[in-house]
């Protein structure tokens, strides 16, 4: 069975950095797409990034601008989003997906989702 589980959220201040972690197990994932979501309360889940199997291309959502990296190690089945120049609004929890279709922006392009990380912002 497919298990996401999502670390390295937190409470931090505005304009710091943090790197979220989702270790994939269950299977070999070197073939998927993977990818990042955020969600306040109240409001839809949101597209952050996604990247491709092998790594070599990446996508991201409107919002982004530069200040989220999305990579991957396939060798620990682990996608990371690094997040700099973190906001008072980037407060969400992120969610870390891997895609059965795409396209990726889409909930419904998803095939599974982790359990989330709370990331909070402090101004």
């Known amino acids: 069975q497919v298990r996401l589980v999502e670390s390295g959220g937190g409470l931090v201040q505005a304009g710091g950095s943090l790197r979220l972690s989702c270790v994939a197990s269950?299977?070999?994932?070197?073939?998927?797409?993977m990818g990042w979501f955020r969600q306040n309360p109240g409001k839809e889940r949101e597209f952050v990034a996604a990247i491709s199997g092998g790594g070599r291309s990446t996508y991201n959502g409107n919002f982004v601008l530069g200040r989220f990296t999305i990579s991957r190690d396939n060798a620990k089945n682990t996608v990371y989003l690094q997040i700099d120049s973190l906001k008072p609004e980037d407060t969400a929890v992120y969610y870390c997906?891997?895609?059965?279709?795409?396209?990726?922006?889409?909930?419904?392009?998803?095939?599974?989702w982790g359990q989330g990380t709370q990331v909070t912002v402090s101004s």
């Open positions: 269950g299977r070999a994932f070197n073939s998927d797409d």
């Open positions: 997906a891997i895609y059965r279709t795409r396209p990726y922006r889409y909930e419904r392009s998803v095939g599974s």
